[in-house]
């Protein structure tokens, strides 16, 4: 059974950072890919990153692109998400995900099929 386990939410400052974590069970990292979506009060879902399971290779949400770092740690089953230069709208519900049966080349559209229970960030002064 696999299971999703985020950490690391909370309050930060504008320009500050956060360090999200992802422990994965059920699965191992070098088989499937791993994605951060995020999800703000009144908005759609928007993907964040995906680390392939392949080669580790990543991709980003052009919103997010040069601020925030998607990372694995094979031998302790986690995935990172480092969130720098933090902005106000950055604050969302912020979930981890993996897909059994796509890949990144074709994240975010129709992807994912387990979700972690989700982890709240909030940026302000």
């Known amino acids: 059974q696999v299971h999703l386990a985020e950490s690391g939410g909370g309050l930060a400052q504008p320009g500050g950072s956060l360090r999200l974590s992802c422990a994965a069970s059920?699965?191992?990292?070098?088989?499937?890919?791993i994605a951060w979506f995020r999800q703000a009060p009144g908005k759609e879902r928007e993907g964040v990153s995906c680390?392939?399971?392949?080669?580790?290779?990543?991709n980003y949400a052009d919103s997010v692109k040069g601020r925030f770092t998607t990372s694995r740690d094979n031998a302790k089953n986690t995935v990172y998400l480092q969130m720098n230069s933090l902005k106000p709208e950055d604050t969302a519900v912020y979930y981890c995900?993996?897909?059994?049966?796509?890949?990144?080349?074709?994240?975010?559209?129709?992807?994912?099929?387990?979700w972690g229970q989700g982890t709240q960030v909030t940026v302000s002064s």
């Open positions: 680390i392939s399971g392949s080669d580790g290779s990543t």
């Open positions: 059920g699965l191992t990292l070098d088989e499937y890919p």
């Open positions: 995900v993996t897909d059994r049966h796509e890949y990144c080349d074709t994240w975010p559209k129709n992807w994912g099929d387990f």
